[in-house]
T-cell receptor, first 119, second 113 residues
Framework: AQKITQTQPGMFVQEKEAVTLDCTYD???????LFWYKQPSSGEMIFLIY??????QNATEGRYSLNFQKARKSANLVISASQLGDSAMYFC????????????????FGKGTTLSVSS | DTEVTQTPKHLVMGMTNKKSLKCEQH?????MYWYKQKAKKPPELMFV???????INESVPSRFSPECPNSSLLNLHLHALQPEDSALYLC????????????FGNGTRLTVT
């Protein structure tokens, strides 16, 4: 079984600063993908960024980037120039095969990190 | 705006009631999911439908009954729930291929009294 570990229950950052949210994973599959989601207090889960295990470059999406270190099995999310609206819970996730067919996969989430951005 | 629509947004039900949660997507996705989320915890997988067939049931109690009438709709029928079933229920959809992201609805906040 795959496993996602987020060791930071809470992180605090000031506006305009960069912040790194940690994620380590464990899998024996050579092909895998890692996802980051943001969940504000309103509850919706917002997809932020994806990194494939065979991707040559670290993924970037606007202010979000992934520091992907395959040998260390880590996929840390970097948020640059933090904004007040970035305050939310952030989840790292990985697809796990839960049945014998490829269609039987789903995202399994880490415990999450609560990010608080102050002015 | 989310492309996965869940109704109702909030639901309060007694332990003897029968209710249904509804989820709809029009992105052409052939995989749909139900997750349950307690406060300050990660979402926990309940069910996965792939091509309108149930492919994963994560040992969910029978008081939760999923249904996928067509490729755009997903229902979760609730009956004889317990107070500990109070949670945020999230629906999601995705392409079937392995590394496609899940797109979530805004969820239904369920309270069982």
């Amino acid at each position: 079984a795959q496993k996602i570990t987020q060791t930071q229950p809470g992180m605090f950052v000031q506006e305009k600063e960069a912040v790194t949210l940690d994620c380590t994973y464990d899998t024996s599959d050579p092909s895998y993908g890692l996802f980051w989601y943001k969940q504000p207090s309103s509850g919706e889960m917002i997809f932020l960024i994806y990194q494939g295990s065979y991707d040559q470059q670290n993924a970037t999406e606007g202010r979000y980037s992934l520091n992907f270190q395959k040998a260390r099995k880590s996929a840390n999310l970097v948020i640059s120039a933090s904004q007040l609206g970035d305050s939310a819970m952030y989840f790292c996730a990985m697809r796990e095969a839960l049945s014998s067919n490829q269609a039987g996969t789903a995202l399994i989430f880490g415990k999450g990190t609560t990010l608080s951005v102050s002015s | 705006d989310t492309e996965v629509t869940q109704t109702p947004k909030h639901l309060v039900m007694g332990m003897t009631n029968k209710k249904s949660l509804k989820c709809e997507q029009h992105m052409g996705h052939r995989a749909m999911y139900w997750y349950k989320q307690k406060a300050k915890k990660p979402p926990e997988l309940m069910f996965v439908y792939s091509y309108e067939k149930l492919s994963i049931n994560e040992s969910v109690p029978s008081r939760f009954s999923p249904e996928c009438p067509n490729s755009s709709l997903l229902n979760l029928h609730l009956h004889a729930l317990q107070p500990e079933d109070s949670a945020l229920y999230l629906c999601a959809s995705s392409q079937v291929y392995q590394n496609s992201p899940l797109h979530f609805g805004n969820g239904t906040r369920l309270t069982v009294t």
